[in-house]
């Protein structure tokens, strides 16, 4: 059932292969039918994205949603040991939650369906296991605090069942989302592909949630440079913005998109040495534990380089007026975790603008008035209030991009309909 | 300054050597007068028994307390790996908390001294690095809970400063106690100089905090005979009670120690066979993050078998009915856990009562109402109420000190003065 590929010349997948876990074409109506039979659960958005996620091998070597043993694994250890002793990094729990009715429904049933709207089976859980859901112990374990408002445990743990349900998953529908985005949507397999198609013997990933600045651009064109001076002759940028749920203050995929493709097109990214594709997984900001999880299934999709900036995956404290976690414990719990010693960690070097230059520069520390930090916030209160970045600070089009996504919210703020 | 010993035979300490932290007879005079010119932080009572910890190597390769990468190794993958690229198990954080003020004062010295009552210095902190102390993170990830009213939380982590203190510990005075029991507080590795004496060729520890009941004692008597039957020539019995700080309502070491003393007289136990020792380190109460711990500290001792039972360093949650860890998670955990792969976990079989023997034994599934379970709650009642448990529970002499113990509480509720 589940298919491996092996490409030569790219970094291997963990486990050594990659795990898909797509039914074949010739029995897909056996395994409907064979569903229609079987106890039914009804997944919600952010199943669907894991079952898109464990299909394409993100997670590998995961043939399913989690059992006990590797949700255990993965909250105290961040890793999971394999038969043959070696350890592949895990670090965020990807389980699938029911309540006592569905755990009541499944009986003694060893295979279960899971669902979308109407009933329609996507995929097939066998030889499942069900075990307590301690959500308590999860989110603390996960994010290092349990204090209420963090975004996707209200989102999909809290109200979410007391039991988790774990097993071989069999995916009969590949997920797709017909938003005019799944082009983008490369799996692991797709991306290793085209990376071989481009002859690229560096593979340098750049994780995001955000809107592309010059300074990112700067970034990771430094990367490419580092990179050729390494000896690397044609290192290909993953530029890979998270595709699935995302916290509400977050710029949506599709503007994000548009904006990521402005820059490519403005010519500040060169389109030859960089893919942009969508990462599938949903958001946790669970900070260092997560950057784990982004940092490791990039690895499933070929690539041996990433880049890792201040606080990944981090937000504010949702009580109190600080960061959640510490801006460098990211980068140092990355570099030290197990099961990702293959992977060469760049750590980013910040970025800001620089008014000797009129444009992002890194910054010299031993000329800081010369330099303007432009936070996260700032960029947004300026999109939406229009007024324009110092020039340099992101291409045009780009640029432009965010204050029609602004503009749109204000319109649906005032009853309008946003686009 | 950090002394190794190799003992062939037994199973290698974690790192290969074990790392006594004394400073040389010759030099203490020395380094007391060292110590008079450094800062100073002054040690908590538990505080001292990490110290003590530290200092005899059960915590090898660990040279002192930790540097924030070993703090976060330890928080995230409950391991630390080594220079040579191997792990090391350690799951439960060996910090130093100093708070604002200490903080300042330290200013820019490379060393500390840390002292007890009296300004008397005990040792020395060299190459010193100061860290947050985020407390949340540190109990959320360590406990899995956030809960008030962890004993440990509330005793030493609560009140404690925001600042981590971590460096090379020189231990100048070895910590001793002066309450009679110095004597059986053996070191890593005076235990496996002993177990050499007694040609050991498999050694088995068994961790408690609770009297010894025959239950208790069916389950070593019978593992020894499991390990003769494997063609071990001698196991021997590691009978190893935790010493540090206990919750309150535990019974306190020094009645344990009676207690203990009692059943090997009695001959429940063979004394050729076993070696009572206390195990310096302070009690976490956390689970399967601190069963951990438990047993890695024993292989620095030369236990190549750990004995573990049912829900291993739990406790009842402190806010809901229920306890805080599954019962079974504890073993788990351990027959999981990274740098535990040398040592073997023999899990506990479940004694009880049986009436049709008058004694305990194995619990038989089959005739489920043959047995009587006597939890530690029912046994405390019993004592207090001075009734006589069902023969055959726990030697009588054992049973005596028990009854002793609660007797003196009484006398001391009652202003009487307790022994």
Request: glycine share 8%; net charge negative.
């Amino acid at each position: 059932m589940s298919q491996t590929r092996i490409h030569s010349g790219l970094i291997e997948p963990d486990g050594g292969k990659l795990v898909e876990l797509f039914v074949d074409e010739s029995q897909r109506d056996l395994k409907r039918k064979e569903a229609l039979n079987l106890p039914k659960i009804k997944l919600t958005k952010i199943d669907v994205e894991w079952v898109h996620v464990l299909s394409e091998g993100w997670a590998s070597p995961l043939k399913g949603f989690m059992r006990e043993s590797e949700f255990l694994q993965t909250l105290h250890f961040n890793s999971i040991r394999l038969e043959d002793g070696s350890v592949v990094n895990m670090s965020v729990p990807i389980v699938l939650a029911i309540d006592d009715s569905q755990k009541n429904q499944i009986d003694g049933s060893s295979s279960v369906a899971l669902v979308v709207d109407g009933n329609n089976p996507i995929a097939i859980l066998t030889d499942i296991e069900i075990y307590k859901h301690n959500k308590e112990e999860r989110i603390a374990r996960t994010w290092g605090t349990t204090a209420p408002g963090l975004p996707y445990v209200d989102e999909a743990i809290t109200h979410s069942g007391n039991w988790l349900i774990g097993g071989d998953l069999k995916v009969i529908e590949p997920v797709k989302y017909h938003d005019g985005l799944d082009s983008f949507r490369l799996s692991p397999s797709e991306l290793r592909d085209e990376f071989t198609r481009r002859n690229a013997d560096a593979v340098f990933a750049f994780q995001l949630r955000n809107p592309v600045h010059n300074g990112h651009a700067l970034l990771m064109i430094d990367t490419r440079r580092r990179l050729l001076e390494m000896g690397y002759k044609n290192p290909v940028l993953l530029l890979h913005p998270l595709g699935g749920y995302t916290k509400e203050d977050d710029v949506p995929l599709h503007w994000r998109m548009k904006q990521h493709e402005k820059v490519l097109e403005d010519g500040v990214l060169d389109p030859e040495t960089t893919v942009l594709s969508i990462f599938p997984s949903p958001m946790h900001y669970a900070g260092p534990t997560e950057v784990q999880w982004h940092a490791k299934a990039r690895i499933n999709a070929g690539a041996n380089f990433y880049i890792v900036g201040r606080d990944p995956a981090g937000m504010s404290h949702p009580l109190e007026k600080r960061d959640l976690y510490d801006a460098d414990h990211g980068k140092k719990v990355l570099s030290m975790a197990p099961g990702l010693e293959r992977l060469n960690i760049l750590p980013f070097k910040v970025a800001a603008y620089d008014k000797t230059k009129n444009g992002m520069a890194f910054f010299d520390p031993s000329r800081p008035q010369d330099f303007i930090f432009i936070s996260g916030t700032k960029m947004r209160t300026l999109a939406k209030t229009k007024e324009s970045p110092p020039d340099g600070f992101m291409c045009p089009g780009g640029w432009k991009v965010l204050v029609e996504y602004y503009d749109s919210l204000d319109q649906a703020e005032n009853g309008g309909v946003p686009a």
